[in-house]
């Protein structure tokens, strides 16, 4: 693990006569880049191996993210996790993890030292079992300032900071087109596995170690571009008619247009706020499963020129097909996004824990089932004793069942998908796929 103590001084060139492309009111200045960089933290596999849990006060996230150049508009508190709501997109703090998610021109990385710094003073976090670093290629990359100018000067800035070796760095989709970057460390334990020549680990048959087990991981990323005028007009608004104010108007664009709806609403507390004259930002924290609390969050740049909207959740969702009133399957939580939304191009991007631990992750997705337990016959039970269909999740592989219910989802409703990925890394699977609307 990283030792907090080790960490160089690292300080980026940053040009201070460049500002923010927006401030905390949505004042924008063209062209703005939407698509976030997103860093994830964690200092343990999972929150039950922590005996102390001190959440730092927002004062001290608040000054973290002055170097990132970003403002809170506004936190909900869950049981598991806090969500604050960005001027610049968002951030999740669990006992054993921190998202941090932010747009524009900020620069997210500059902010990991001292976040390293406040899990080691305020909470005795003093090192990191893993860290995760992603973006969709950027729509402006030379307004980017420190070292997001470039994905080679954000792998390198990564690779000073956790030592060489310890990290990965990949593009995924097309170098010339859209595509999706990702950084990642190494554990530990992956560490100091051997392996055999074709880089397989050698341990298969190591005991089971609970104080080790990796928290299930679920990460589903839709990120949208080129959205149409109809969409994009819901986010304009008359700042000579304003009735509400910036959160009560983000409530009622919510209901409106079914946001608050992607999850069951009784399960959920959403957070939102709308930006003048035009942009949205919502956080939303869901419970589920075996009294679990995952999030959604969802951003919205609706210039023409260079629209975008994302949406993420960590929320694991069926793959299959499931009935009306439950938590939506893969198909039905894609389709309900887009269609509010309606991109001309889109990317898909599915992380999750490697399907070899699929099995058990079974459990925990089929938990999510309403609270009458039916599942209208895709399983007879959540203890092994299921047909074919919910077994075929983890046989035919995770993976693919992702990719066939992003096709599912899209392609009925005039999309052609452009590319389709499949990669395994060091304890994860991704699908990655591209859609264009004919």
């Given amino acids: 693990m990283l030792d907090i103590d080790s960490i160089p001084q690292l300080i980026p060139v940053v040009n201070d006569t460049e500002t923010l492309s927006n401030d905390v009111y949505g004042n924008n200045v063209c062209p703005f880049e939407g698509p976030e960089k997103l860093l994830e933290i964690w200092f343990a596999p999972n929150p039950d191996i922590l005996k102390h849990s001190n959440t730092p006060n927002r004062t001290v996230w608040e000054e973290m993210l002055d170097i990132v150049k970003c403002k809170v508009l506004n936190v909900i508190r869950g049981d598991q996790v806090d969500a604050y709501l960005l001027s610049e997109s968002s951030l999740f703090v669990f006992p054993h993890k921190l998202i941090l998610k932010t747009c524009g021109t900020t620069l997210n990385l500059l902010g990991l030292p001292r976040i390293l710094e406040i899990a080691s003073v305020y909470c005795g976090l003093n090192a990191v079992y893993r860290c995760f670093y992603s973006r969709k290629s950027f729509m402006f990359p030379d307004r980017q300032q420190g070292p997001h100018r470039e994905w080679r000067n954000e792998v390198e800035y990564l690779d000073n900071i956790f030592g060489p ?106 957070d939102s706020f709308a930006f003048m004259p035009c942009g949205y930002s919502a956080n939303a924290l869901v419970r589920h499963g075996k009294n679990q609390e995952g999030y959604y969050t969802i951003h919205v740049t ?99 069942c992702a990719q066939k219910a992003f096709r599912d989802a899209l392609v009925p409703q005039g999309y052609k998908r452009t590319d389709k990925i499949n990669y395994e890394f060091g304890g994860y699977d991704l699908a990655f796929a591209s859609f264009e609307f004919l």
């Fill in 165 to 270: 070796g310890r990290g990965a760095a990949y593009t995924v989709g097309k170098v010339n087109g859209d595509h999706w970057q990702l950084y990642l460390t190494n554990t530990t334990d992956d560490s100091d596995r051997s392996s055999n020549s074709e880089g397989e680990s050698t341990h298969e048959n190591e005991p089971h170690n609970p104080k080790t087990e990796i928290d299930q991981d679920y990460t589903l990323e839709i990120l949208m571009t080129k959205l149409s005028p109809d969409a994009r007009s819901a986010f304009y608004f008359d700042q000579d008619n304003i009735s509400e104010d910036a959160p009560s108007q983000g409530r009622s664009l919510s209901a409106k247009l079914g946001i608050e709806a992607l999850f069951p609403i009784s399960m959920s507390t959403l």
């Fill in 302 to 400: 609706p210039e023409e020129g260079w629209s975008y909207a994302s949406f993420e959740c960590n929320i694991p969702v069926s793959h299959h097909r499931k009935p009306d009133g439950c938590y939506p399957d893969l198909r039905t939580l894609i389709q309900r996004v887009v269609r509010i939304f309606q991109p001309g191009h889109l990317s898909l991007t599915l992380f999750m824990t490697s399907s070899d631990d699929n099995e058990a992750f079974d459990e925990q997705r089929l938990s999510n089932a309403c609270a009458n337990g039916h599942e209208n016959g895709h399983v007879n039970g959540i203890n092994g004793k299921a047909n074919g269909n919910i077994r075929d999740w983890s046989t035919q592989g995770s993976v693919d």
